[in-house]
């Protein structure tokens, strides 16, 4: 914690504040340095409610916290990676595969089967789809699940699946292994509390233009109500404005260094094409990621949703096989 003193600030504030600090946060040690003090914290979690309490002290310009202090546990060290229902611990790349939605039986089934045989280790699964208009398909819903629910006995492979709604989270984590929350609801944190509770693995998508500690934020949520298993996934800033990086890579280099959780890239969100999106999951994997979440499906030009950024499964496969080579 960094505490920056107003200019006109005297020696009975700087007692004042002293003594606040021993009071809400014992144990703390303040250093004095030019122009303030930095505060080393016994118990970083308590440092987020004590803050607004010492930005309002006589004398005290600002109080700024560190990603740590902020984010204790999702900026843990050492944090180990797991092996289910994915495994990451082997740091070999892990491909989650599939249509953007499920959209009928007998197509999603036959898709999850070849994926499956050209390498890809889960399924999307996605039931509901939060869309932009109202009048665009919005996924199945409930009846999808007995179609993956099959998927998931013919294939053997986790399905991974968007929850938008704190009512969904109970009934689909019976059935989903890995439970997703979108860019769009990063920081929807009821939703975020009520998928910690549910016991399965859960995937962040970074919200776009959101930054590093937002994220990072939005992890802690997750970890501080219960998840146990926690991938994040960088899934870009824009709708493939001219200037603009299709994904941030450093910044998702930066997730995984700080927090040692799995950081998957979406090169399919984040290319809107499907000419792009392979070459810019090679160029993530490069950068670090763990691997990806990528829209795949046997038939992606009758898709109707997102099937413009959808690679087919050939490309799905060769993109394995360039990957094993490296």
């Not at 606040?20 to 303040?30: E, K, S």
């Not at 968007?162 to 059935?175: H, I, K, N, P, Y």
Request: one cysteine or more; proline letters at 6%.
């Amino acid at each position: 914690m960094r505490i920056i003193f107003k200019k006109n600030a005297g020696e009975t504030e700087r007692k004042a504040l002293l003594k606040a600090l021993a009071q809400a946060l014992p144990g703390c040690v303040p250093a004095r340095v030019p122009g303030g003090l930095v505060v080393t914290l016994s118990s970083p979690a308590r440092a987020g409610e004590t803050l607004p309490r010492l930005e309002n002290l006589p004398g005290v310009a600002a109080v700024s916290l560190s990603d740590q202090e902020l984010c204790p546990l999702a900026c843990a060290a050492g944090y180990k990676l797991f092996s289910k229902p994915l495994d990451f611990s082997s740091r070999k790349p892990v491909f989650i595969a599939g249509p953007c939605a499920v959209e009928e039986e007998e197509s999603y089934l036959a898709s999850a089967l070849a994926l499956k045989t050209a390498g890809a280790q889960a399924l999307r699964a996605a039931v509901f789809k939060p869309r932009s208009s109202p009048y665009a398909f919005q996924g199945l819903g409930w009846p999808a699940l007995k179609i993956i629910a099959k998927a998931k006995k013919l294939t053997g492979l986790p399905l991974v699946t968007e929850t938008t709604d704190t009512r969904q989270v109970e009934r689909l984590a019976e059935t989903c292994d890995i439970l997703q929350i979108g860019a769009r609801n990063m920081r929807n944190y009821e939703l975020l509390k009520e998928t910690a509770r549910s016991g399965r693995t859960v995937l962040l998508k970074r919200g776009m233009r959101a930054t590093l500690r937002e994220w990072l934020l939005s992890a802690e949520y997750l970890l501080k109500f219960g998840a146990a298993k926690l991938i994040l996934c960088e899934r870009g800033d824009s709708a493939n404005l001219p200037g603009t990086p299709l994904l941030d890579l450093r910044l998702m280099a930066a997730a995984r260094k700080l927090t040692g959780l799995p950081v998957l890239a979406d090169p399919s969100h984040a290319s809107r094409d499907r000419s792009v999106a392979a070459s810019l999951a090679l160029k993530a994997l490069r950068a670090g990621a763990d691997g990806l979440l990528i829209e795949a499906s046997l038939s992606p030009e009758t898709a109707r949703v997102d099937g413009r950024q959808t690679v087919t499964v050939e490309t799905f496969r060769a993109l394995r096989t360039i990957i094993n080579r490296l």
